[in-house]
């Protein structure tokens, strides 16, 4: 059985379950590899444990980038209020 395999078979595992296993598991090179990254962008977050190298001469660094929704399809605030609107037009 694959490590992805065995890994679905789980019922109810999550990335963050994943995530807060890596990050109990601090490897002091991660943290190495992490103080290099230069990062200034204040929209971009990087993982300090969970890397990925190669046979080249430098490292993967998890990363996270907000992504805002305000006036967008995916804006929440403009859901809720069409949610709110269309729920007093039923009403009506």
């Given at each position: 059985?694959?490590?992805?395999?065995?890994?679905?078979?789980?019922k109810?595992?999550?990335?963050?379950?994943?995530?807060?296993?890596?990050?109990?598991?601090?490897?002091?090179?991660?943290?190495?590899?992490?103080?290099?990254?230069?990062?200034?962008?204040?929209?971009?977050?990087?993982?300090?444990?969970?890397?990925?190298?190669?046979?080249?001469?430098?490292?993967?660094?998890?990363g996270?980038?907000?992504?805002?929704?305000s006036?967008?399809?995916?804006?929440?605030?403009t859901?809720?209020?069409?949610?709110?609107?269309?729920?007093?037009?039923?009403?009506?």
């Open positions: 059985m694959t490590t992805q395999k065995a890994l679905a078979a789980i109810g595992l999550t990335l963050a379950d994943c995530l807060q296993f890596f990050n109990e598991a601090k490897d002091p090179r991660a943290q190495a590899i992490y103080e290099l990254c230069d990062v200034e962008d204040e929209g971009f977050e990087i993982d300090t444990v969970h890397t990925s190298e190669g046979e080249d001469n430098g490292a993967y660094m998890l996270w980038r907000w992504v805002p929704f006036d967008t399809a995916l804006d929440k605030e859901e809720e209020t069409e949610e709110t609107e269309n729920n007093e037009e039923d009403e009506s």
